[in-house]
């Protein structure tokens, strides 16, 4: 049972990158899903989260209109597609899964299941 996000990479201001959160062992369509990310010195913050009923998304102000979180159920991942990237958005990025249906509106505490990390560097 593993979780991988993969995807990162350097970017210049204004660029694109698509990060993907594969699932293998189980399948992420029972779960709510989170993208976080966390820069040097700062706390962990959620990016963005798909829920695990209706597959409803919510995501950070920081982010909106930028980013967009997607599931593709034949793949087993949850995708997310980061558009117009700011110096700002230089993290390390990780997914994570909840049982929970409300996941997306709680606690970081509620992913029980993290990725291992993926570098995401908007720099020119």
């Known amino acids: 049972v593993q979780l991988q996000a993969s995807g990162g990479g350097l970017v210049q201001p204004g660029g694109s990158l698509r990060l993907s959160c594969t699932a293998s062992g189980f399948s992420l369509g029972g779960y709510s899903v989170g993208w976080f990310r966390q820069a040097p010195g700062k706390e962990r913050e959620r990016v963005s989260c798909i829920r695990a009923t209706d597959s409803s998304t919510s995501s950070a102000d920081s982010v909106k209109g930028r980013f967009t979180i997607s599931r593709d159920r034949a793949k087993n991942t949850v995708n997310l597609q980061m558009n117009s990237l700011k110096p700002e958005d230089t993290a390390v990025y990780y997914c994570?899964?909840?049982?929970?249906?409300?996941?997306?509106?709680?606690?970081?505490?509620?992913?029980?299941?993290w990725g291992q990390g993926t570098q995401v560097t908007v720099s020119s």
């Open positions: 994570a899964t909840s049982r929970s249906i409300y996941a997306c509106s709680g606690s970081q505490a509620d992913f029980i299941r």
